[in-house]
């Protein structure tokens, strides 16, 4: 599926060198966002000298107020990471990452995660090279503190553990300002490539640490986090995959409690879905400590899976996909969850024809409801290549989503849906898009919704066949 390559090739780059919603008595928001038009992310031309762009991570504190970033190019073959803030509903102009020209002599750098703790206080995580655009790469992290971006620097600790030379943060959740925790993989000279997770509290990043029990799940010691997400400071969970005693894939959950990291287990549930050894943890969110949801995919079978007071249930297959795939390989590429037992989950199948076509799913008070095909994308995506790469719940039953789809011409093209009050909307090609998009591609990568109806998202667009281009998008009620 396109989604486990996207991250799979993450990973392998690190280690080489409608139903009524909302819990019981919650009130019924009624709120209905309007997308607008998507532009360039303002600035980016005047850094891009290379002639391409990429946004990556959108995250936003509160309605109209995000930041986002990503890569650019400075000439061609090398790249810098930038990033840009949205203030009252505007973006402002993009920059290169304070301080990161300094670390990435290798002038080959990128964010690949942020997270934002509340409005103008975010972190974000990426790598960078050292030395030339083949040698070493190191993870660095940066904090954003009342609206301006500090200096970047490498993940504290990460260069006694990273002797191998091949690091990057992979994901990074902020429950609020100052208080953080990421996660991604490093290399040793041994040639293992394991985990590891690190803490922010109160602005400051402590050492970082290989993710406790995963050397003995994964004798080899190969695995990666691949998302964390903080309901509170100092209590997160985070998922992702190992490489088993005789080299299969299994997923793993790991949950840090009061600032603590506990130990890593498989997936419950996922070594009787996964017969072919390949199973990961692709989303993870939690709305409250010791209550997340999770998913991603385990032999070829979409599930999701919950945690309940500290503890994690068993993983089961989406209800209703098999109905949509007969048989054929689905997988979970996004969770969001606005409160405890109601979270919304896409991704992708396999349709009969070969297709590949999306889906989303809804859970109510802790219950998952019944698999359905996006509304509109089958009408959309002619050329049968689709992949939904972000949820965002900005509140219970009300969600956005986006990711691409292939038309009737074998381009690939943005889109966004909206879920209001627990039914999904029709997707549509972003709004703007076509204008911006001469070249003919292009892809949502990242969406973040604050609140019901207030979303931001962006990826990139074609300028022509060689040069790509960021955009940014926003919904607003």
């Not at 934002?116 to 050292?130: D, E, L, R, T």
């Not at 050894?277 to 709305?287: E, I, K, Q, T, Y």
């Not at 919950?306 to 997988?331: K, S």
Request: aromatic content about 6%.
């Amino acid at each position: 599926m396109t989604r486990y390559f996207t991250l799979m090739a993450a990973a392998v780059a690190a280690l080489l060198p409608g139903a009524s919603l909302a819990a019981a008595g919650a009130a019924t928001v009624t709120v209905s966002g309007t997308w607008g038009t998507a532009e360039e992310v303002p600035g980016i031309a005047v850094l891009d000298h290379g002639g391409s762009s990429d946004l990556l991570a959108v995250a936003c504190g509160s309605a109209g107020n995000c930041s986002a970033g990503g890569h650019y190019n400075i000439t061609s073959g090398q790249e810098q990471a930038f990033v840009v803030n949205q203030a009252n509903g505007t973006w402002g102009t993009a920059h290169q990452v304070p301080g990161l020209a300094a670390l990435n002599t290798g002038r080959f750098a990128g964010i690949e995660t942020l997270s934002c703790g509340a409005a103008g206080n975010c972190a974000a995580g990426g790598f960078y090279h050292q030395h030339s655009s083949s040698g070493p790469f190191q993870a660095f992290v940066v904090n954003e503190k009342r609206g301006t971006w500090g200096t970047a620097k490498e993940v504290p600790g990460l260069a006694a553990l990273n002797t191998g030379g091949g690091a990057m943060v992979l994901s990074v959740s902020c429950a609020s300002a100052g208080n953080c925790s990421a996660g991604g993989n490093y290399a040793t000279s041994s040639g293992s490539s394991p985990a590891f997770v690190v803490s922010e509290t109160n602005g400051t990043w402590s050492t970082a640490q290989e993710v406790p029990g995963l050397a003995a799940l994964s004798p080899g010691q190969r695995a990666t986090i691949f998302s964390m997400s903080c309901a509170s400071p100092g209590n997160c969970a985070a998922g992702g995959v190992y490489r088993d005693s005789v080299n299969r894939e299994q997923a793993f959950v790991v949950s840090q409690v009061n600032g603590t990291w506990g130990t890593a287990e498989q997936v419950p549930g996922t070594a009787a879905l996964n017969p072919r050894g390949r199973a990961l943890v692709s989303s993870v969110s939690c709305p409250a400590p010791g209550k997340c949801g999770a998913g991603g995919l385990a032999g070829g079978h979409a599930y999701v899976v919950n945690e309940t007071n500290g503890t994690w249930g068993t993983a089961e297959e989406v209800p209703g996909i098999a109905a949509l795939n007969n048989g054929l390989p689905a997988e979970v590429d996004s969770v969001s969850c606005a409160a405890a037992g109601s979270c919304s989950a896409g991704g992708s199948y396999i349709h009969g024809a070969g297709k590949i076509e999306l889906f989303v799913a809804t859970e109510t008070n802790g219950t998952w409801g019944t698999a359905q095909e996006v509304p509109g994308t089958a009408a959309l995506n002619q050329g049968g290549n689709a992949e939904l790469n972000s949820v965002s719940c900005g509140a219970a039953g009300n969600c956005g989503a986006g990711g691409f789809y292939q038309d009737g011409a074998g381009r690939l093209q943005a889109f966004v849906a909206s879920q209001v009050n627990g039914t999904w909307h029709t997707a549509q090609r972003v709004p703007g898009i076509a204008a911006l998009n001469p070249g003919g591609n292009s892809l949502l990568s990242s969406m973040s919704c604050a609140a019901a109806g207030n979303c931001s998202a962006g990826g990139n667009f074609a300028v022509n066949t060689a040069h790509q281009q960021a955009f940014v998008v926003s919904e607003t009620t």
